[in-house]
C-alpha cells in the first residue's frame, strides 16, 4: 500500500524500447494519444512533447519531418 500524497513517476521511455511509443507515418492521433500518455506518466509538461515528436519516430518518418521547410519554420 503506497503511502499517502506519494507520487509514482515513470520515466519517459527510451525510443526503441518495446513499451515506447512509434510513429511510423499512420495513425497520428493513436501515436500523439500515446506520447501524451507517457509524458503524463513521466510529469513532462505538455508543452515540452514537441521536442520529444522525432525521437520517437521510425528514421524515415524523421527525416522527412526533420527536412520539412515547414519544421524548420517552427524551431
Known amino acids: 500500500m503506497a503511502h499517502p500524497g506519494f507520487i ?9 524500447c518495446p513499451d515506447a ?8 492521433t493513436d501515436f500523439l494519444d500515446s506520447l501524451e500518455a507517457h509524458a503524463t506518466a513521466a510529469n513532462v509538461p505538455l508543452n515540452d512533447l514537441p521536442a520529444y515528436v522525432l525521437r520517437y ?5 524523421r527525416n522527412i ?7 524548420l519554420d517552427s524551431t
Open 8 to 16: 509514482f513517476i515513470r520515466p519517459m521511455p527510451t525510443p526503441g
Open 57 to 61: 519516430c521510425h528514421l524515415r518518418v
Open 65 to 71: 519531418i526533420d527536412s520539412s521547410p515547414h519544421w
Open 21 to 28: 511509443p512509434l510513429f511510423k507515418g499512420k495513425h497520428v
